[in-house]
């Protein structure tokens, strides 16, 4: 009797207990605001101080690759057995004038049954390429991913059947390459955003827009843009195509601000609305434009530039892959760019044209291979550095770079030396060594108010500059002058 006494009890005195956290979390709900605030984030508005921690990285890393791969690899310059005018091959839609049904001939036939996207990616790697740029819808309007907002893409569409951007995603994450890729406004094979004048696809004289352009934009790019960055959370958006009449300046601010809604640490480049300024790259003054850098197209800004921008540039004369162009720039040359770049504080996309079957082209790899061997030794010149104040030359041959917030700086000379190197505008700290890269030894040195800085190089040392020497780095801790 006693033992149901003290149960009952037990049991009024655990109700008592419930009730009382029942209340009390009905009391707290009533503190809840009806609705949670949603914080509206004008990204067009940003602190120097968060714009220079978003770009840190990519600031840093200075060297990518450009990838243009899609369904023109296929014809590849040729169409009805005749080389296509124009030197772009991704552009053969547009030059040949093949109409829509014509050219989805071709990706029917994309099967890049070679295709290893951890070879692209080690490629990548061993080129001292810090990140890369695909394109994952050029102008043609082919998507290299399962998209679910059309059937026009490789999974969909192409025998192939395989998501190519989750394959090197996947194997460029692994490599600890960064992620980015290229998305065309212009599209040539969606009804509402070609032009009226197609198979005339770039024909927009008279500014003859189409006017459906604006449901394009909506209802099938943003929901496009907004799968790729879900799916493959890529750190930079590329946009191109932003040249044509149907796309505006306040559509590119929205777009800007919808990308970095999706994922505000993204970095997007200047074509996201209309300041380019032609190939140069670099935005008008007229008025302010969304995007986080400049984009010169095929060419070097002619001097240093305290902006943000970025060179991108072929290695032959096409950026799709076509199969009669063998007019390649050599590895010398192309590694002289970068060095140029970096020294202008700028960074280098240099692309790659892959074939239908999936490779990129063995010149292309030899290049990279001669470029990244150079950087195996001289990364300290490249990345994590900064422009310099005054100079970031001296003559032609001669460049300069600094290892960001310190006072150590590099002379990177792009043809043999003499016997002794003079530099005009550093001053070594006193007992400070001067290196050559890749040269363990420390060299003589002298500093005089008038001349200089003159640098002596043992003969031993300047014997073994040979014809695949492209350029040395000479590592001094100073000042500027
Ligand atoms: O028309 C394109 C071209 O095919 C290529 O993609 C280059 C790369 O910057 N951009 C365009 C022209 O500005």
Not at 325 to 348: E, F
Request: hydrophobic share 35%; charged share 30%; net charge neutral.
């Amino acid at each position: 009797m006693a033992g149901k006494i003290i149960n009952l009890k037990l049991i009024s005195l655990s109700f008592l207990i419930l009730l009382v956290l029942f209340m009390n979390a009905c009391k707290s709900d009533k503190k809840k605001p009806e609705k949670a605030k949603i914080e509206i984030v004008n990204y067009l508005e940003e602190s120097k101080e968060s714009f220079d921690q978003r770009m840190e990285w990519w600031r840093d890393d200075r060297f990518g690759m450009f990838i243009h791969w899609g369904v023109y690899a296929v014809p590849a310059g040729i169409y009805n057995n005749k080389e296509v005018k124009g030197d772009n091959g991704e552009w053969i839609m547009n030059n040949a004038q093949i109409p829509v049904k014509e050219y989805e001939k071709f990706a029917k036939q994309f099967d890049p049954v070679k295709f290893d996207a951890n070879e692209w990616a080690k490629t990548m790697k061993d080129a001292g390429m810090k990140y890369v740029v695909i394109t994952s819808k050029h102008h043609d309007g082919f998507g290299l991913w399962d998209s679910k907002v059309s059937d026009y893409d490789v999974v969909d569409f192409a025998p192939y059947g395989k998501d190519i951007l989750k394959a090197l995603s996947k194997a460029c994450k692994e490599q600890g390459i960064k992620f980015g890729l290229y998305y065309s406004i212009i599209d040539w094979h969606h009804p509402e955003a070609q032009s009226i004048n197609a198979p005339n696809y770039n024909d927009w004289e008279d500014l003859k827009a189409n006017p459906k352009f604006p449901s394009y934009l909506e209802n099938y790019m943003k929901p496009q843009l907004k799968e790729l960055i879900k799916n493959y959370d890529p750190e930079i958006i590329w946009f191109d195509g932003e040249w044509i009449p149907d796309f505006t300046h306040e559509q590119g601010l929205e777009l800007y601000q919808y990308v970095r809604s999706l994922k505000p640490s993204i970095i997007i480049n200047n074509r996201v609305d209309k300041g380019r300024s032609g190939m140069q790259g670099m935005n008008k003054g007229d008025k302010k434009y969304a995007g986080d850098f400049g984009t010169p197209e095929q060419e070097i800004l002619k001097t240093s530039s305290t902006l943000d921008w970025e060179s991108c540039m072929t290695m032959n004369d096409t950026w799709g892959y076509k199969k009669n162009d063998h007019n390649w720039k050599s590895a010398q040359d192309l590694l002289h760019n970068l060095i140029d770049v970096t020294a202008k504080g700028g960074n280098y996309l240099l692309n790659v044209g892959p074939t239908a079957e999936g490779l990129i082209p063995a010149p292309s790899v030899e290049r990279l291979n001669q470029i990244g061997q150079w950087l195996k030794i001289n990364s300290k010149a490249i990345y994590g550095t900064e422009k310099l104040q005054n100079n970031y030359k001296q003559g032609d041959k001669i460049r300069f770079t600094k290892e960001k917030g310190s006072p150590i700086y590099f002379a990177i000379v792009m043809e043999k030396p003499d016997r002794t190197i003079i530099l005009k505008n550093l001053k070594p700290k006193k007992d400070s060594k001067i290196t050559l890269l890749g040269y363990e030894n420390p060299l003589e040195w002298s500093f005089d108010k008038k001349e200089g800085l003159i640098i002596i190089l043992p003969s031993k040392v300047l014997q073994t500059w040979s014809k695949d020497t492209y350029a040395w780095t000479f590592k001094i801790t100073g000042d500027e002058i």
